[in-house]
């Protein structure tokens, strides 16, 4: 399953307001770590599908977020729950710690 596209314009609605847990990985073309995690967030967003939405924004293309949230190394990932940061992870890791921290949100 492909990842969800985050935007500035759908983030709100799709990230702050959405039901469920949302993992936001965010990243851009040149980044090679970022290219490292694409898999291990492709993957999850298959295993976690209806349970947490997890997707992907571009920095260059969407700025806006990048510096609302204080961006500044990439790859980042946020996890969120009920429009609030719950956990943060910079750089590129392996899919266990994503697991682990997806988890401990999801209970």
Do not use: H
Not at 45 to 58: H, M, N, P
Not at 61 to 68: L, M, T, W
């Amino acid at each position: 399953m492909k990842p969800f596209t985050f935007t500035d314009d759908n983030f709100d609605a799709e990230a702050i307001k959405s039901d469920i847990p949302v993992v936001v990985d965010f990243w851009a073309t040149w980044c090679g770590p970022c290219r490292t995690i694409a898999p291990i967030i492709e993957e999850l967003s298959g295993q976690y599908e209806g349970k947490v939405k997890i997707g992907k924004l571009d920095v260059d293309e969407n700025q806006q977020v990048a510096i609302k949230y204080g961006v500044r190394s990439i790859p980042t990932v946020l996890i969120m729950k009920g429009g609030e940061i719950k956990d943060t992870i910079i750089g590129a890791v392996p899919k266990s710690t994503f697991v682990e921290k997806i988890d401990k949100v999801l209970n």
